[in-house]
T-cell receptor, first 114, second 118 residues
Framework: GENVEQHPSTLSVQEGDSAVIKCTYS??????FPWYKQELGKGPQLIID?????GEKKDQRIAVTLNKTAKHFSLHITETQPEDSAVYFC?????????????FGQGTTLQVKP | NAGVTQTPKFQVLKTGQSMTLQCAQD?????MYWYRQDPGMGLRLIYY???????DKGEVPDGYNVSRLKKQNFLLGLESAAPSQTSVYFC?????????????????FGPGTRLTVL
């Protein structure tokens, strides 16, 4: 089955710096790659997603890139702010399943130091 | 809209006890999911329901059962709780409108249930 590996497990940056989180997936049939942010004591919330027919997508300070050949995708956060501190999860979905199932990475704890 | 709600928020069980975690969504979503979250292991799918009345196993279904009798509710049961089931449990739902759309649907998560089995 699909396997999603996420790195690093923890990331500490200074406010204003950029942060990059990387994920690799195993199943070449996967075609949807969302990123979720989980704040302390809350459930994960979608922040950005990308489909396999797109190489890059941006939304203000966050962007996601996808390399289908290498089977990896990355989350980029620029001009980080203390409120970006949270756990971030990548995920992959195989379109052929038609169930909406997601396979999640292990998570990255991002700390933005003021 | 309340979104996805879960009850209870916290629960402590003794080994061997049984309980049901409840999940409700008011967004008329077709699909619902149960995950467990353990440190360093991300979110692992326990069971899912692609549509009302159907359920399927996920990655870690052993020791759990589920029920989706109504579209808005998805129940997770522990028949005989074990310390290994100590975890935070999240329920999620997604529109999952069917062929060509299901795989791109956002999942909306509840606030979680923190379960401790002694």
């Amino acid at each position: 089955g699909e396997n999603v590996e996420q790195h690093p497990s923890t990331l500490s940056v200074q406010e204003g710096d950029s942060a990059v989180i990387k994920c690799t997936y195993s199943d070449s049939a996967s075609n949807y790659f969302p990123w979720y942010k989980q704040e302390l004591g809350k459930g994960p919330q979608l922040i950005i997603d990308i489909r396999s027919n797109v190489g890059e997508k941006k939304d203000q300070r966050i962007a996601v890139t996808l390399n289908k050949t290498a089977k990896h995708f990355s989350l980029h956060i620029t001009e980080t702010q203390p409120e970006d501190s949270a756990v971030y999860f990548c995920a992959a979905s195989k379109g052929s399943s038609n169930t909406g199932k997601l396979i999640f990475g292990q998570g990255t704890t991002l700390q933005v130091k003021p | 809209n309340a979104g996805v709600t879960q009850t209870p928020k916290f629960q402590v069980l003794k080994t061997g006890q049984s309980m049901t975690l409840q999940c409700a969504q008011d967004m008329n979503h077709n699909s619902m999911y149960w995950y467990r979250q353990d440190p360093g292991m991300g979110l692992r799918l326990i069971y899912y329901s692609a549509s009302e009345g159907t359920t399927d196993k996920g990655e870690v279904p052993d020791g759990y059962n589920v029920s989706r009798l109504k579209k808005q509710n998805f129940l997770l049961g522990l028949e005989s709780a074990a310390p290994s089931q100590t975890s935070v449990y999240f329920c999620a739902s997604s529109p999952n409108r069917g062929t060509g759309g299901g795989e791109y649907n956002e999942q909306f998560f509840g606030p979680g249930t923190r379960l401790t089995v002694l």
